[in-house]
């Protein structure tokens, strides 16, 4: 993990702990990180995740790959050096949002599992929680909802994944959602069933 270029800097903590805010919105922060190919469902699937978890009463929020690059990541582009900056920025805000007690829901295509690992590193154990789109290529192609792998394919976006960059998929998920042959709204419910079984919908202290 790189160190900060400053070095007259001090690690401030916060008065209000993070157990007191979790006890407060009743619910476990937790980073969910949904990667896969363009066109695999992150973005619908993530919102349907936050406005089921908005229906429960519960604080999450949703930051989307093409959202970002339009504010705080506006200064990247797609290279490999970029996409890299990209992830570790993304993953240093939902770690962020995740100690406030927020279920802070990621769609990035994310395509190298390096960058995915070192996101995970920084979390603590249980705060992060990725999540794989795995749907086929040719799927994702005959979707293409704003003709993205036509022009790929047309050479008119270099370095684009799945076709002339590359994807790495995930090695351990903690949740795999097969969008090639089920539902949005099917995946997102698994995604919640998750987020029950394993205590993240309900305080710490409980």
Known sequence: MSQPKSANITHQEACVTRV?????????????????????GKSTVARLVDQALHQR???SCVLDGDNIRFGLNRDL????EDRNENI???????????????????????PYRGDRDRNRAINAEG?????????????????????????????????????????????SPEIV??????????????????LEENGYLRAPSE
Do not use: M, N
């Open 20 to 40: 007191q805010r979790e006890a407060r919105l009743g619910q476990r922060g937790a980073t969910v990180w949904l990667t896969g190919l363009s066109a695999s």
């Open 57 to 59: 009463g519960k604080h």
């Open 77 to 80: 582009g797609f290279s490999p």
């Open 88 to 110: 570790r920025r993304i993953g240093e805000v939902a770690k962020l949002f995740a100690q406030t007690g927020t279920i802070a829901l990621t769609a990035f295509i994310s």
């Open 127 to 171: 705060d992060f929680i990725e999540v794989f789109l795995d749907c086929a290529l040719d799927v994702c192609e005959k979707r293409d909802p704003r003709g993205l792998y036509a022009k790929a394919r047309a050479g008119q976006i270099p370095e684009f994944t799945g076709v002339s960059a590359p994807y790495e998929a995930p090695k």
């Open 177 to 194: 959602l097969h969008t090639d042959r089920e539902d949005e709204v099917g995946s997102a419910a698994q995604v919640v069933a998750y």
